[in-house]
């Protein structure tokens, strides 16, 4: 059988970008890798305002469907690991509502978001499961996304991170 990575060529734009640029092909937590590569393009995004970052979640979730499908249909796998496009908008939602660049905002939504990400709690795990294609890979990470937007919200308001 071919390992489904052998598949990919980030020669390919489609490819470099559902892999986050090459981020995703990390041999471990790639989908954290891939969420720790996002993070520098929040920051560029953030330097020319928050309307940038809400263009780039709306944008990066409608192309995102085609990116993650086609690199999935490609590699013949269902959300393989490598593709970590939905990680980089995800991590851009948690985002939304409290947009920092301050590192302990930026680390507690890394870790809000992966946390979400990882142990996919109702009705994440049911969007994994049931939800397939392009769609299905984005969906359960903007999910995702909006349960660690709400949950970061909620820590700025009571601890008052920003």
């Excluded at 559902?18 to 929040?42: C, D, H, N, R, W």
Aim: aromatic fraction near 14%.
């Amino acid at each position: 059988m071919t390992n489904p990575t052998s598949l990919i060529r980030l020669s390919n734009p489609v490819h470099l970008l559902a892999t986050g640029f090459g981020s995703g092909l990390s041999p471990v937590i790639p989908g954290t890798m891939g969420t720790l590569a996002a993070v520098p393009f929040y920051f560029l995004l953030m330097q020319f305002g928050w309307w940038t970052l809400l263009f780039a979640v709306v944008a990066g979730s409608v192309l995102g469907v085609y990116l993650c499908g086609r690199t999935s249909s490609d590699m013949r796998v269902h959300d393989h690991g490598s593709i970590v496009w939905d990680e980089f908008v995800g991590f851009w939602i948690t985002m939304l509502l409290v947009p920092s660049t301050q590192w302990q905002v930026v680390m507690a939504g890394f870790l809000l978001f992966r946390f979400f990400d990882m142990v996919k709690p109702w009705p994440i795990n049911l969007l994994d499961k049931k939800v397939h294609g392009g769609i299905g890979i984005m969906l359960d990470d903007i999910v995702a996304g909006l349960m660690a937007m709400v949950s970061l919200w909620l820590v700025n308001h009571w601890w008052l991170l920003a």
